[in-house]
């Protein structure tokens, strides 16, 4: 069973209609059944509503683990000593990408494999990004990690930085400027990575965000 039969399981037993669902989740109510049919993707921006209207969570409509319906932490007792309650107020849902690459906009459903929380912001824009390869080793950036990055124009030298190179994918890497070539500087335990240095006249180079925090899972 994957999001769409979980997504549709859950709405046969809610008593919704799809003119109703659609209302609620603030979408046409062809897309629901171009959803069904697997026509469309676009379930993917709207899981929270899904998830509040279908009375579930979205981390079990993306894996089908955890419990069918929100628990009101208010209601929670006989937390383990130590335990810290924390408010799911101070925590936001982001996109993890896969990718990023020219020709799409940036949360493109092409890019997104899922999401995951965060409880930075300060009214800032963030995106997980799914890091392939061992550039950045040396920082603890490893394959498979899920970077954190703040989108933004622009960034210091010396940050390290989701950076696209002309026409391709996006790469992570230190950044570095000068008023007309632009170094991306890997951090490898593997020599086989060095510096990339462009001339801006002739490369494009545009900055995608900066990166603020690693995550990764044992």
Do not use: C
Request: glycine letters at 10%; charged letters at 25%.
């Amino acid at each position: 069973m994957d999001t769409v039969d979980r997504l549709f399981d859950l709405l046969s037993k809610s008593g919704l209609n799809q003119q109703d669902f659609a209302r609620r989740i603030g979408v046409k109510k062809n897309a629901i059944s171009r959803w069904k049919t697997r026509e469309l993707r676009s379930y993917t921006k709207y899981l929270p509503q899904i998830a509040e209207a279908l009375d579930t969570t979205t981390e079990y409509l993306l894996t089908g683990n955890g419990s069918k319906k929100e628990i009101d932490p208010a209601t929670r007792s006989g937390l383990p000593d130590g335990a810290i309650p924390i408010s799911p107020g101070t925590y936001h849902r982001i996109p993890i990408l896969g990718y990023i690459s020219a020709g799409l906009p940036l949360y493109a459903e092409q890019h997104i494999e899922g999401y995951t929380v965060t409880d930075l912001n300060g009214g800032a824009e963030y995106f997980a990004l799914r890091v392939h390869g061992d550039s950045m080793n040396a920082l603890g950036i490893n394959d498979g990690y899920l970077i954190i990055v703040r989108r933004q124009d622009e960034v210091e030298n010396g940050q390290v930085a989701v950076v696209m190179v002309g026409d391709g994918d996006a790469t992570v890497k230190r950044f570095y400027a000068t008023e007309s070539t632009v170094t991306l500087m890997p951090q490898s335990t593997n020599p086989e990575h060095q510096p990339q240095i462009y001339d801006t006249g002739k490369t494009p180079i545009r900055i995608i965000g900066r990166v603020v925090e690693v995550k990764f899972t044992l």
